[in-house]
């Protein structure tokens, strides 16, 4: 857990080539608006405004990125993306947006690992499902995968195997772990899954590899949309 609480901010771009190139893991955060991601990231790194929660959910069209790593040595960089799915943006800002979208998933060089965000209530949307088939080439070549059904604290337990095992079915051969913000059901499970995919067991020993350090007038990041 001590790991994630390094988080900081590193960056921010509105479109693919605007990031800078990284030399160590990746892990990106995925989700419809108000799937609760914003809330999932501070939980995970304890910080209360890390990831910004918008008032308009959906406006956002920013990639923010944030450094992981002790003693000023980044080993791992989050890319939090913004939201999708929100009716109130226009038709022609969704389309650009998940094109940049499309085109982050398919190329980045150093993404490593997806976490796509979920609420249970909900379960896997046409949106969500239409990502993870994108990913799926990705997927089969070794790129780490995880659903994480947040906001788990609203479902009983009987909701919360039901879901879980019809998840399971729809992931993929993906991870699937509940999660509460609130209650901190799985925080330290999904800590403990992305520190092992940030170090994985063959580059455990070896030392990390600095990424770009972030320039001195970077801006702050923009803020994402969902609710808690």
Same mark, same amino acid.
């Not at 890319?79 to 038709?91: I, K, Q, T």
């Not at 906001?151 to 051969?173: F, H, N, P």
């Given at each position: 857990?001590?790991?994630?609480?390094?988080?900081?901010?590193?960056?921010?771009?509105?479109?693919?080539?605007?990031?800078?190139?990284?030399?160590?893991?990746?892990?990106a955060f995925v989700g419809r608006s108000n799937a609760g991601k914003s809330t999932c990231i501070n939980t995970l790194t304890q910080q209360k405004q890390?990831?910004?929660?918008? /008032?308009?959910?959906?406006?956002t069209q920013h990639i923010n990125l944030f450094a992981l790593g002790r003693q000023g040595v980044t080993d791992a960089v989050f890319a939090d993306l913004?939201?999708?799915?929100?009716?109130?943006?226009?038709?022609? +800002?969704?389309?650009?947006?998940?094109?940049?979208?499309?085109?982050?998933?398919?190329?980045?060089?150093?993404?490593?690992?997806?976490?796509?965000?979920?609420?249970?209530?909900?379960?896997?949307?046409?949106?969500?499902?239409?990502? %993870?088939?994108?990913?799926?080439?990705?997927?089969?070549?070794?790129? /780490?995968?995880?659903?994480?059904?947040? /906001?788990? +604290?609203? %479902?009983?337990?009987?909701?919360?195997?039901?879901?879980?095992?019809?998840?399971?079915?729809?992931?993929?051969?993906?991870?699937?772990? @509940?999660?509460?913000?609130? /209650?901190?059901?799985?925080?330290?499970?999904?800590?403990? @899954?992305?520190?092992?995919?940030?170090?994985?067991?063959?580059?455990?020993?070896?030392?990390?590899? =600095?990424?770009?350090? =972030?320039?001195?007038?970077?801006?702050?990041?923009?803020?994402?949309?969902?609710?808690?």
């Amino acid at each position: 857990m001590g790991w994630l609480h390094t988080a900081r901010f590193f960056t921010t771009a509105a479109q693919l080539h605007q990031l800078p190139p990284v030399e160590v893991p990746e892990i990106a955060f995925v989700g419809r608006s108000n799937a609760g991601k914003s809330t999932c990231i501070n939980t995970l790194t304890q910080q209360k405004q890390l990831a910004f929660a918008s /008032k308009r959910p959906g406006r956002t069209q920013h990639i923010n990125l944030f450094a992981l790593g002790r003693q000023g040595v980044t080993d791992a960089v989050f890319a939090d993306l913004p939201g999708y799915g929100y009716a109130a943006v226009s038709r022609s +800002d969704k389309q650009r947006w998940q094109q940049v979208m499309v085109n982050y998933l398919v190329s980045r060089a150093s993404l490593s690992g997806i976490v796509l965000l979920c609420d249970p209530r909900l379960g896997l949307t046409e949106l969500d499902e239409a990502l %993870l088939e994108i990913m799926r080439p990705r997927v089969e070549q070794g790129l /780490k995968f995880l659903v994480l059904l947040t /906001k788990a +604290d609203k %479902l009983t337990r009987a909701e919360q195997a039901k879901v879980l095992s019809i998840t399971r079915l729809q992931a993929g051969g993906g991870e699937v772990r @509940l999660f509460s913000a609130l /209650k901190k059901q799985g925080v330290e499970d999904v800590a403990q @899954l992305l520190w092992q995919w940030a170090h994985p067991a063959t580059t455990q020993d070896a030392p990390a590899a =600095p990424a770009t350090s =972030p320039a001195p007038a970077a801006p702050a990041p923009e803020p994402t949309e969902d609710d808690t």
